[in-house]
Every structure is written in structure tokens, then in C-alpha cells.
């Protein structure tokens, strides 16, 4: 029964997270046939962190409430409508609309991480966000893929060829739609499974004893007031991990516009080469989150491996700023995303312990909103950045990343050396 709850929450978040994966690497190439700068591009990736940073908090708080379904299912239909208007945009502003109301439907992850606190042990939990960790891995492998197949000019032959010349024409001048509509269409099927395949696991009569619902937006009183609820009531480092959230988020992020501008200034790479530099980073989460994290957990203690995984990731990038040749961009966006792989289940599994297990979506929607905080300051950031130099955005961006070394050592310290290795 539990197998086939993770499977089934794990099948409806790769789904949506494949469409992701699909409009990621398009945006920066997307946006420059509307004109758009650097600082511009990064906006297109902060507006849709922005929306989460406001809306993951009162998701996850609702999900506790009305439960996890019927959240999952206004969030994967929302979405199929903003890859629609995504795949019709006609000028930057609809592009940036799109974004927007993309995020404010973001709601799965936070609400697909507490349906696996729901569902897991403690000692299960982070084997069971990697299952998370693993779908983005899948999205960021096949989404890309599928996005450079999509746009290639032969789709536009193969309908000619059919007969649909005048659909064939529209395709060549707006190659952008195509992806659109197919993120769209596996939006679509993730509400599908949701609907006929989800079970609940929110317990309706233990909702009604929580307090009373608050809009609890990042810029509500409501939510920091949540925040230092939590605080005091888990460990003196639930405070650190939100943080550390935060940090971590905002270098993933800054990573989305800075990276594809590098490689197409420095090294004359083109949106298909940089799919497939994403198709990488995809197959390193998949092999880490969805398969090692297990035995790692079992040899290690979730602080450790937090802790290794910041310190990769740091090195990772900052070493990006020094690559010279693709071969040496792909070694270090291997080191950090291995980094990456190994501190975000463990985080998110060592914030979900901290939580009440009636309020789980509460506190992962509260750590998912300090994410997206991060998420709409590093694109626009690292746009600024590279406008400055295309060099500088990496080396900053580590050293803002090494500040979770020493989070992570704390812990350690703390009580990761005290912590049992799990042994099954």
C-alpha cells in the first residue's frame, strides 16, 4: 500500500515536472525573440519563483486542511492552462503572464512532499523525497530532450507533409508553441492520475482541530508568525534548515539564466546544446535521488550527507565561472549537481521531522515559500550579474552557496554525530 502510494505521488509530480523541463531551457531564446535584456530573461524565471514565494505557503497550508487531492488537482490544471497561453504567447508580456500564473499553480511539490511525510517514517523520509528529487532528475532528463525535439523545423515538415500547411507555416514562425502545448497535454494527464489515482491521506477529522486558516503568504504577518511557531516548538536548527532552503534555492536558481547566457556568449553553444547540458544535470539527480540516496542513508547520517552535498555544490559553482571548453563546463555542473542531489532530499526530509504531523504541508509549504524567495532573486540576479561580466555571477553565487558549509557543519555538530544511522 505504501509503494503504491509513493509510485502513484511520484508518477503525478514527474508527469508535471517533464513539462517543467520542457519550458525551462527554452525561456532565455524564447524571450530574446521579444527583445528581451539579460535582467529581463532572469524575470521571466523570478516571476514564476515570485508567485510560488506568495502561494506555496497558503497551498500547503490549505492541503492540510481540504487535503492533498484536491490541492494537486487545481495545481496540475492550472498549469496545463499556463503552458497553453505559454505555447500562444505573442509578445513578452503574455510570456511573463504565463510564468506568473504557472507559479501561483505551483502548489504539487510542497504538497507532494507532505503527502510522503504523510506516508513515511521518520526514518523513511528522506529515501521517500527522493523519489522528488528523482522526478525533477527525470523532468530535467526527458524535458529537455523533448524540448529540443520539439522545436527542431521537421515537426513543421511532417504536418506539411500531411497536408496542414497552413498549421506547418504557423509552426515555423512560432517554433515555441509546439513545446507549449505538449507541456500542456502531460499537465493534463497529471490531473488525470490525480483524480483517479490519488488517495487521500489527510485525516478530515483531525483537520478541524487545527487552527483557524490564515492567509499566509511570505508577506503576511501570519507567515513569520508560523515560522517562529515552528521554530520554537522543533529544534534550535529548524531555523538554520529553512535557511539553508533559501540559500540553496536562490543558487540552483541563479544557475537557470546565468548558465545559458554563459554558454551561449562564451562557449557559442545553442538552446539544443544547452538542453543537453540539462538532460546531464537530469541524469545525475535520477541516479542519486532515485537510487544511491537509499544506501547512503543507511551509511550516513542525514546531517552528513546535507553537509557533503553544500560543500560540493559550492565548489561545483563557482568553478563553473572558470570553464573555458564544454568538456570543463560539463565536469563542474557535474560536481554541483551532485551537490545538489545530496542536500536537497536530506534537507527536505530533515525540515519535514521538525513539523506537527498535522500541519506537514504547513511547514513544507512555509520552507517551499523561503524557496521560492530564493528562486525570484537568483535569476533576476544572476541576469544583473552577467551583465556586469559573464563570469561573475558563478563565483558569487558559490561563495553565497558556502555559507550552508557552515550551516551544515552545525548541525553536525549538533546532532548529526549523535544521530543513529538508519539500518533498514
Given at each position: ?19 517543467f ?6 525561456l ?17 524565471y ?9 502561494f506555496?505557503?497558503?497551498?500547503g ?10 490541492i ?6 492550472g498549469?496545463m ?16 503572464f504565463s ?58 515538415g511532417f504536418?506539411a507533409?500531411?497536408g ?7 509552426l ?9 502545448f ?53 529544534s ?5 534548515l ?18 545559458p ?17 540539462f ?24 546531517e552528513?550527507i ?56 504547513t ?5 517551499q515559500?523561503l ?34 558549509i ?7 555538530a549538533?546532532?548529526?554525530s ?7
Amino acid at each position: 500500500m505504501k509503494k503504491g502510494r509513493l509510485f502513484t505521488v511520484f508518477f503525478v509530480v514527474l508527469i508535471d515536472l517533464i513539462g517543467f523541463g520542457i519550458v525551462l531551457p527554452l525561456l532565455p531564446f524564447y524571450g530574446s525573440e521579444f527583445g528581451a535584456t539579460a535582467i529581463t530573461i532572469g524575470l521571466l524565471y523570478s516571476i514564476f519563483s515570485f508567485a510560488q514565494l506568495i502561494f506555496s505557503p497558503i497551498w500547503g497550508s490549505l492541503s492540510d486542511r481540504i487535503g492533498r487531492r484536491p490541492i494537486m488537482l487545481i495545481s496540475t490544471l492550472g498549469s496545463m492552462v499556463a503552458y497553453i497561453i505559454f505555447g500562444l504567447a505573442g509578445s513578452l508580456g503574455v510570456l511573463l503572464f504565463s510564468r506568473l500564473l504557472a507559479g501561483v499553480m505551483g502548489g504539487s511539490i510542497s504538497t507532494a512532499q507532505a503527502y510522503i511525510a504523510d506516508v513515511t517514517t521518520t526514518e523513511e523520509r528522506a529515501r521517500g523525497m527522493g523519489l522528488i528529487g528523482a522526478a525533477f532528475g527525470i523532468g530535467f532528463v526527458l524535458g529537455p530532450v523533448l524540448a529540443a525535439a520539439l522545436i527542431n523545423p521537421s515537426f513543421a515538415g511532417f504536418f506539411a507533409n500531411l497536408g496542414y500547411a497552413d498549421f506547418a507555416a504557423w509552426l515555423e514562425a512560432n517554433k515555441y508553441a509546439l513545446p507549449g502545448f505538449f507541456a500542456a497535454f502531460l499537465s493534463f494527464c497529471s490531473f488525470l492520475w490525480v483524480f483517479f489515482r490519488l488517495e487521500e491521506t489527510v485525516d478530515k477529522e483531525r483537520a478541524k482541530s487545527l487552527p483557524k486558516f490564515k492567509i499566509g503568504g511570505v508577506f503576511t504577518k501570519t507567515f513569520w508568525e508560523r515560522l517562529s511557531d515552528n521554530k520554537a516548538k522543533g529544534s534550535a536548527f529548524f531555523g538554520m534548515l529553512v535557511f539553508a532552503a533559501f540559500i540553496l534555492s536562490f543558487g540552483q536558481s541563479n544557475l537557470y539564466s546565468a548558465f545559458p547566457l554563459f554558454s551561449e556568449a562564451i562557449l557559442g553553444m545553442d538552446a539544443q546544446q544547452v538542453s543537453l547540458q540539462f538532460f546531464y544535470i537530469g541524469i545525475i539527480a535520477v541516479i542519486i535521488q532515485g537510487g544511491l540516496i537509499r544506501p547512503l542513508t543507511r551509511m550516513f547520517s542525514e546531517e552528513k550527507i546535507f553537509l557533503t552535498g553544500n560543500i560540493l555544490m559550492a565548489i561545483g559553482m563557482a568553478l563553473i565561472g572558470l570553464s573555458t571548453e564544454v568538456w570543463m563546463l560539463t565536469m563542474f555542473l557535474g560536481l554541483m549537481a551532485v551537490g545538489h542531489s545530496l542536500n536537497l532530499p536530506t534537507m527536505n526530509s530533515l525540515i519535514s521531522k521538525e513539523a506537527d504531523p498535522a500541519q506537514v504541508g504547513t511547514v513544507m509549504g512555509t520552507a517551499q515559500g523561503l524557496s521560492g524567495l530564493g528562486r525570484t532573486i537568483g535569476p533576476t540576479w544572476g541576469g544583473f550579474l552577467f551583465g556586469i561580466s559573464p563570469f561573475i555571477p558563478f563565483f558569487v553565487t558559490g561563495a553565497v552557496i558556502a555559507i550552508t558549509i557552515w550551516i551544515g557543519a552545525r548541525i553536525v555538530a549538533g546532532r548529526g554525530s549523535a544521530a543513529e544511522v538508519p539500518t533498514g
